[in-house]
């Protein structure tokens, strides 16, 4: 059964949860994990397509978008998309879109990222995992 986490942020910056996904992004990728990063529009993919290449010096994220992905690519890592994930990603997915995707089911594990301003809706979020048995984890993320 997929596992479900919330990291809940504190830091108020417009750009905190997609520099936090990228972070985790980057820690999954590291343990070998295929990630899927659901976002809520193609400017948000943008940002993150852009943010993976440069939100840490030194790091290196091989990714692509759900655009620019080819049917049979099977070797790239990480997808950013908005709708439905590719063939082959149900490992690790990453919600910035801020809503419950339809495929979340799929994934061994979900991580929910919510900005200070989405929590009440988080919260709507958190009630429908937990009424459907899902196992959830919160984390409160510090400002940095």
């Given at each position: 059964?997929?596992?479900?986490?919330?990291?809940?942020l504190?830091?108020?910056a417009?750009?905190?949860?997609?520099?936090?996904?990228?972070?985790l992004?980057?820690?999954?990728?590291?343990?070998?994990?295929?990630?899927?990063i659901h976002?809520?529009?193609?400017?948000?993919?943008?940002?993150?397509d852009?943010?993976l290449?440069?939100?840490?010096?030194?790091?290196?994220?091989?990714?692509a978008?759900?655009?620019?992905?080819?049917?049979?690519?099977?070797l790239?890592?990480?997808v950013?998309g908005?709708?439905?994930?590719?063939?082959?990603?149900?490992?690790?997915?990453?919600n910035?879109?801020?809503?419950?995707?339809?495929f979340?089911?799929?994934?061994?594990?979900?991580?929910?990222?919510?900005?200070?301003?989405?929590?009440?809706?988080?919260?709507?979020?958190?009630?429908?995992?937990?009424?459907?048995?899902?196992?959830?984890?919160?984390?409160?993320?510090?400002s940095?």
């Amino acid at each position: 059964m997929t596992e479900v986490f919330f990291y809940i942020l504190e830091d108020t910056a417009e750009q905190a949860p997609a520099h936090f996904a990228c972070r985790l992004t980057e820690k999954a990728h590291g343990e070998g994990h295929r990630v899927f990063i659901h976002v809520a529009d193609d400017a948000q993919a943008e940002t993150l397509d852009r943010m993976l290449w440069s939100f840490r010096q030194g790091s290196f994220v091989p990714h692509a978008t759900t655009a620019d992905l080819t049917a049979d690519d099977d070797l790239t890592p990480v997808v950013i998309g908005t709708g439905e994930p590719p063939t082959g990603f149900d490992d690790v997915l990453v919600n910035i879109a801020g809503d419950v995707g339809g495929f979340f089911s799929r994934f061994a594990r979900h991580n929910e990222i919510v900005a200070p301003s989405q929590v009440a809706d988080a919260r709507q979020r958190y009630r429908f995992y937990k009424d459907r048995g899902y196992q959830l984890t919160t984390h409160k993320i510090p400002s940095r």
